[in-house]
Protein backbone atom coordinates (compact mmCIF):
# COMPACT_ATOMS: atom_id res chain seq x y z
CA UNK A 1 0.00 0.00 0.00
CA UNK A 2 3.23 2.36 1.09
CA UNK A 3 4.77 3.01 -2.52
CA UNK A 4 6.29 5.97 -4.32
CA UNK A 5 5.48 6.63 -8.03
CA UNK A 6 9.39 6.40 -8.77
CA UNK A 7 8.24 2.75 -8.60
CA UNK A 8 6.75 2.38 -11.94
CA UNK A 9 7.83 -0.25 -14.17
CA UNK A 10 10.12 0.62 -16.62
CA UNK A 11 7.78 -0.56 -19.63
CA UNK A 12 4.83 1.99 -17.68
CA UNK A 13 7.56 4.71 -17.65
CA UNK A 14 7.76 4.07 -21.51
CA UNK A 15 4.08 4.72 -22.53
CA UNK A 16 3.58 7.74 -19.57
CA UNK A 17 7.07 9.27 -21.83
CA UNK A 18 5.00 9.10 -25.38
CA UNK A 19 2.14 10.24 -23.23
CA UNK A 20 -0.60 7.18 -24.48
CA UNK A 21 -1.36 4.51 -21.16
CA UNK A 22 -3.56 1.60 -21.58
CA UNK A 23 -5.16 0.87 -18.32
CA UNK A 24 -6.37 -2.33 -16.52
CA UNK A 25 -9.76 -1.08 -16.81
CA UNK A 26 -9.38 -0.58 -20.65
CA UNK A 27 -9.66 2.67 -20.53
CA UNK A 28 -6.74 5.17 -22.90
CA UNK A 29 -4.91 8.43 -21.18
CA UNK A 30 -4.47 10.96 -23.63
CA UNK A 31 -1.42 12.56 -23.50
CA UNK A 32 -2.65 16.49 -23.08
CA UNK A 33 -3.04 18.21 -19.56
CA UNK A 34 -5.18 20.98 -19.58
CA UNK A 35 -5.07 23.69 -16.85
CA UNK A 36 -8.43 23.94 -14.90
CA UNK A 37 -6.96 27.29 -13.00
CA UNK A 38 -6.08 30.25 -15.15
CA UNK A 39 -4.40 31.75 -12.30
CA UNK A 40 -5.54 35.25 -12.54
CA UNK A 41 -9.41 34.69 -12.57
CA UNK A 42 -12.58 32.19 -11.33
CA UNK A 43 -13.49 31.63 -15.08
CA UNK A 44 -14.61 28.35 -14.99
CA UNK A 45 -15.63 27.85 -11.92
CA UNK A 46 -18.33 28.83 -9.69
CA UNK A 47 -19.38 29.24 -5.42
CA UNK A 48 -21.80 26.43 -3.89
CA UNK A 49 -21.56 28.36 -0.08
CA UNK A 50 -20.45 31.40 1.18
CA UNK A 51 -20.16 34.31 -1.50
CA UNK A 52 -16.60 36.03 -2.01
CA UNK A 53 -14.38 32.64 0.29
CA UNK A 54 -12.42 31.97 -2.73
CA UNK A 55 -10.25 34.35 -3.87
CA UNK A 56 -7.12 34.76 -6.26
CA UNK A 57 -3.76 36.00 -4.94
CA UNK A 58 -0.81 35.98 -6.98
CA UNK A 59 -1.42 33.01 -8.64
CA UNK A 60 -3.00 31.15 -6.31
CA UNK A 61 -6.67 30.28 -5.22
CA UNK A 62 -7.02 31.05 -1.64
CA UNK A 63 -10.46 29.97 0.50
CA UNK A 64 -10.95 31.38 3.57
CA UNK A 65 -14.11 30.28 5.68
CA UNK A 66 -15.03 32.02 9.20
CA UNK A 67 -16.43 30.19 11.83
CA UNK A 68 -20.34 29.85 11.50
CA UNK A 69 -20.18 30.17 7.56
CA UNK A 70 -22.09 27.57 5.22
CA UNK A 71 -20.29 24.48 3.90
CA UNK A 72 -18.47 26.02 0.89
CA UNK A 73 -17.44 24.50 -2.40
CA UNK A 74 -15.20 26.07 -5.70
CA UNK A 75 -16.50 23.69 -8.37
CA UNK A 76 -16.13 23.55 -12.14
CA UNK A 77 -18.57 24.17 -14.65
CA UNK A 78 -17.11 21.35 -16.67
CA UNK A 79 -18.55 17.84 -15.21
CA UNK A 80 -16.15 14.81 -15.62
CA UNK A 81 -16.00 11.06 -15.52
CA UNK A 82 -12.70 9.26 -15.92
CA UNK A 83 -9.87 11.65 -15.57
CA UNK A 84 -6.18 12.07 -13.91
CA UNK A 85 -5.85 15.13 -11.78
CA UNK A 86 -2.49 17.00 -10.08
CA UNK A 87 -2.33 20.12 -8.06
CA UNK A 88 -0.57 21.36 -5.23
CA UNK A 89 -2.04 22.51 -2.27
CA UNK A 90 -1.16 24.32 1.36
CA UNK A 91 -2.92 23.80 4.11
CA UNK A 92 -2.37 27.32 6.00
CA UNK A 93 -4.43 27.10 9.47
CA UNK A 94 -4.25 24.86 12.77
CA UNK A 95 -8.03 23.53 12.09
CA UNK A 96 -10.55 22.86 9.63
CA UNK A 97 -11.09 20.42 7.05
CA UNK A 98 -10.76 20.31 2.81
CA UNK A 99 -10.82 17.92 0.39
CA UNK A 100 -10.87 17.95 -3.32
CA UNK A 101 -14.47 16.49 -4.61
CA UNK A 102 -14.65 14.31 -7.50
CA UNK A 103 -18.22 13.69 -9.57
CA UNK A 104 -19.70 15.81 -7.44
CA UNK A 105 -23.42 17.86 -8.08
CA UNK A 106 -23.19 20.96 -6.18
CA UNK A 107 -25.97 23.41 -7.22
CA UNK A 108 -24.94 26.75 -8.93
CA UNK A 109 -26.95 29.43 -7.32
CA UNK A 110 -28.86 31.95 -8.69
CA UNK A 111 -27.24 34.89 -7.21
CA UNK A 112 -23.95 34.65 -6.87
CA UNK A 113 -23.35 37.61 -4.13
CA UNK A 114 -26.78 35.26 -1.95
CA UNK A 115 -25.38 32.56 0.36
CA UNK A 116 -27.18 28.97 0.40
CA UNK A 117 -26.27 25.97 2.46
CA UNK A 118 -25.39 23.01 0.22
CA UNK A 119 -26.46 20.69 2.83
CA UNK A 120 -29.62 22.11 3.16
CA UNK A 121 -30.45 22.76 -0.52
CA UNK A 122 -29.97 19.15 -1.28
CA UNK A 123 -31.31 17.75 1.86
CA UNK A 124 -33.82 14.63 0.79
CA UNK A 125 -31.80 13.89 -2.53
CA UNK A 126 -30.08 10.41 -2.53
CA UNK A 127 -26.35 11.74 -2.95
CA UNK A 128 -22.94 10.46 -2.79
CA UNK A 129 -19.99 12.95 -3.06
CA UNK A 130 -16.56 10.82 -2.95
CA UNK A 131 -13.58 13.09 -2.00
CA UNK A 132 -10.37 12.87 -1.40
CA UNK A 133 -8.83 14.62 2.13
CA UNK A 134 -6.91 17.11 2.82
CA UNK A 135 -6.32 18.36 6.36
CA UNK A 136 -4.32 19.19 9.12
CA UNK A 137 -1.41 16.57 9.87
CA UNK A 138 -2.27 13.45 11.56
CA UNK A 139 -6.11 13.85 9.35
CA UNK A 140 -5.72 11.11 6.66
CA UNK A 141 -4.90 13.81 3.80
CA UNK A 142 -5.02 12.00 1.00
CA UNK A 143 -7.73 9.38 1.89
CA UNK A 144 -10.32 8.26 0.41
CA UNK A 145 -14.07 9.83 2.06
CA UNK A 146 -17.54 9.29 0.77
CA UNK A 147 -20.08 12.01 1.90
CA UNK A 148 -23.20 10.74 2.16
CA UNK A 149 -22.09 7.32 0.92
CA UNK A 150 -20.68 5.35 3.08
CA UNK A 151 -18.04 7.59 4.55
CA UNK A 152 -14.22 6.56 5.18
CA UNK A 153 -13.25 3.70 2.86
CA UNK A 154 -9.62 3.18 3.58
CA UNK A 155 -8.92 4.81 6.86
CA UNK A 156 -8.07 1.66 8.75
CA UNK A 157 -5.30 1.26 6.06
CA UNK A 158 -3.49 4.62 7.12
CA UNK A 159 -0.33 3.94 8.62
CA UNK A 160 2.55 6.44 10.51
CA UNK A 161 4.64 7.21 7.31
CA UNK A 162 1.38 8.00 5.41
CA UNK A 163 0.42 10.37 8.10
CA UNK A 164 3.65 12.04 7.88
CA UNK A 165 3.56 12.92 4.14
CA UNK A 166 1.59 15.93 4.61
CA UNK A 167 3.98 18.87 4.96
CA UNK A 168 2.10 20.89 7.03
CA UNK A 169 2.47 24.93 5.86
CA UNK A 170 4.10 23.86 2.87
CA UNK A 171 2.67 23.37 -1.07
CA UNK A 172 2.26 19.65 -1.31
CA UNK A 173 2.03 17.33 -4.67
CA UNK A 174 -1.73 15.29 -4.76
CA UNK A 175 -2.41 13.11 -7.65
CA UNK A 176 -6.16 11.80 -8.21
CA UNK A 177 -6.65 9.22 -10.47
CA UNK A 178 -10.48 7.90 -11.44
CA UNK A 179 -11.42 5.45 -13.98
CA UNK A 180 -14.67 3.36 -13.24
CA UNK A 181 -14.73 2.83 -9.69
CA UNK A 182 -11.03 2.39 -8.92
CA UNK A 183 -9.69 5.68 -7.02
CA UNK A 184 -6.16 6.12 -7.25
CA UNK A 185 -4.38 9.02 -4.89
CA UNK A 186 -0.56 10.06 -4.66
CA UNK A 187 0.48 12.58 -2.16
CA UNK A 188 4.04 13.63 -2.75
CA UNK A 189 4.80 10.64 -4.70
CA UNK A 190 3.56 8.25 -2.48
CA UNK A 191 0.32 5.68 -2.92
CA UNK A 192 -1.98 6.45 -0.03
CA UNK A 193 -5.23 5.71 -1.69
CA UNK A 194 -5.62 2.70 -4.34
CA UNK A 195 -9.38 1.27 -3.62
CA UNK A 196 -12.09 -0.15 -6.62
CA UNK A 197 -15.90 -1.33 -5.91
CA UNK A 198 -17.12 0.98 -4.32
CA UNK A 199 -20.53 2.87 -6.40
CA UNK A 200 -19.77 6.22 -7.54
CA UNK A 201 -21.59 8.24 -9.52
CA UNK A 202 -20.89 8.26 -13.27
CA UNK A 203 -19.58 11.66 -13.42
CA UNK A 204 -19.57 15.72 -11.82
CA UNK A 205 -17.59 18.33 -11.26
CA UNK A 206 -14.37 18.88 -9.20
CA UNK A 207 -14.81 20.91 -6.22
CA UNK A 208 -12.50 22.13 -3.93
CA UNK A 209 -14.03 22.28 -0.19
CA UNK A 210 -14.46 24.23 2.60
CA UNK A 211 -16.21 22.78 5.64
CA UNK A 212 -18.07 24.79 7.60
CA UNK A 213 -16.57 24.68 11.70
CA UNK A 214 -13.82 26.40 12.50
CA UNK A 215 -12.48 29.66 10.71
CA UNK A 216 -9.92 28.14 8.01
CA UNK A 217 -7.85 29.05 5.23
CA UNK A 218 -6.25 26.70 2.21
CA UNK A 219 -4.74 27.37 -1.37
CA UNK A 220 -4.47 25.36 -4.36
CA UNK A 221 -2.21 26.24 -7.83
CA UNK A 222 -1.06 24.29 -10.61
CA UNK A 223 -4.30 22.46 -11.36
CA UNK A 224 -4.54 20.19 -14.52
CA UNK A 225 -6.55 17.77 -15.38
CA UNK A 226 -6.46 14.84 -18.42
CA UNK A 227 -9.40 12.48 -19.06
CA UNK A 228 -9.22 9.05 -19.35
CA UNK A 229 -11.74 7.77 -22.34
CA UNK A 230 -13.24 4.80 -22.73
CA UNK A 231 -11.65 2.23 -25.62
Known sequence: MFRKLSGL??????????????????????????????????????ICGQPG???????????????????????TERKFSNFELKLKMRYDSQEGNSGIFFRSDFPKPADEN?????????????????QIEFAPPGSH??????????GWVNKDKFTDQMQKLHKFHQWNDLRIKVAGDHVLSYLNGVVV?????????KEGSIALQLHS??????????????VIQNK
Open 9 to 46: SRYYRVLLTVGLVTTAAGCTIGPRWEPLFDGKTLNGWY
Open 53 to 75: TWQVEDGILVGRLKKGDFHTFLT
Open 114 to 130: QPIDPIKKLKGRKLVWP
Open 141 to 150: TGGFYIAGGG
Open 193 to 201: TDEAGNPLP
Open 213 to 226: GPSMTVSFKDIYIR
